[in-house]
């Protein structure tokens, strides 16, 4: 049983930072990518971040490049999203993801993936 744990949402302010953790649990060396996808009220799905466990490989949407960080410890199987110069329009709901075989390179398009979290929501204030 796979389980993926979201911490660390939160109500901030325009330019604030936070921190989101994933915390896996079950089959998790099973796992190819893992990462990060959000959702605002009345908006689809969209790809946030995406890390390979082995070796690294990250992927970013354009829209969070250079103010987001995804990275993971493998010992402890999770992932972080470092968010910095954060905007009102990454207000969302954060869900973490994980997949046995889709490379992250691919998660831009959205794909349905094998593992999701429940989300923890990030409120930005302008």
């Known amino acids: 049983q796979v389980q993926l744990v979201e911490s660390g949402g939160g109500l901030v302010q325009a330019g604030d930072s936070l921190r989101l953790s994933c915390a896996a649990s079950g089959r998790t060396r099973s796992f190819h990518t893992m990462g990060w996808f959000r959702q605002a009220p009345g908006k689809e799905r969209e790809f946030v971040a995406s890390?390979?466990?082995?070796?690294?490989?990250?992927y970013y949407a354009d829209s969070v490049k250079g103010r987001f960080t995804i990275s993971r410890d493998n010992a402890e199987n999770t992932v972080y999203l470092q968010m910095s110069s954060l905007k009102p329009a990454d207000t969302a709901v954060y869900y973490c993801?994980?997949?046995?075989?889709?490379?992250?390179?691919?998660?831009?398009?959205?794909?349905?993936?094998?593992?999701w979290g429940q989300g923890t929501q990030v409120t930005v204030s302008s």
């Open positions: 993801a994980a997949d046995v075989v889709l490379d992250g390179s691919f998660w831009h398009k959205s794909p349905e993936l094998d593992y």
């Open positions: 890390i390979r466990l082995s070796g690294g490989t990250t």
